[in-house]
Nanobody, 117 residues
Framework: QVQLVESGGGLVQPGGSLRLSCVAS????????MSWYRQAPGKERELVAS??????NYGDSVKGRFTISRVNAKNTVYLQMNSLKPEDTAVYYC????????????WGQGTQVTVSS
C-alpha cells in the first residue's frame, strides 16, 4: 500500500521558517521524482519544488527561500522554507512520480502552512 505522509505544517509569522517532511512507503522511493506542490484557497495547485535525486527545480516564487532535499535511505523528502511570506499560505502536498511512460503518480494528504502575524 502506497503512502505519503506529510508533517511539519503549522502557523508561523512572516519571516519565519518551517521544515516539512514527507515519509513514503509502498514503492521504490529512489526511482521516483519527489516534489512539493501547494494550493491556496481559490487558486490552482502549483509546483513548489522537485527533486529527481540528481537535480532540483523550484517555482519562481520560492527560489532562494525554499530548499528541497531527500534522504533515500529514509524514504523521506524535506522542504525547508525560510523567509516565509503571507502569500506562502497554502496546503502543501507531497508528490511522487515515476517519470516513465505510464508511470504512477502518488499524492499525500497535505499539510496546512499558514503565514500570519
Amino acid at each position: 500500500q502506497v503512502q505519503l505522509v506529510e508533517s511539519g505544517g503549522g502557523l508561523v509569522q512572516p519571516g519565519g521558517s518551517l521544515r516539512l517532511s514527507c515519509v513514503a512507503s509502498g514503492f521504490t522511493f529512489s526511482s521516483y521524482a519527489m516534489s512539493w506542490y501547494r494550493q491556496a484557497p481559490g487558486k490552482e495547485r502549483e509546483l513548489v519544488a522537485s527533486s529527481t535525486g540528481s537535480s532540483t527545480n523550484y517555482g519562481d516564487s520560492v527560489k532562494g527561500r525554499f530548499t528541497i532535499s531527500r534522504v533515500n535511505a529514509k524514504n523521506t523528502v524535506y522542504l525547508q522554507m525560510n523567509s516565509l511570506k503571507p502569500e506562502d499560505t497554502a496546503v502543501y502536498y507531497c508528490n511522487a512520480e515515476r517519470r516513465i511512460p505510464g508511470g504512477y503518480v502518488y499524492w499525500g494528504q497535505g499539510t496546512q502552512v499558514t503565514v500570519s502575524s
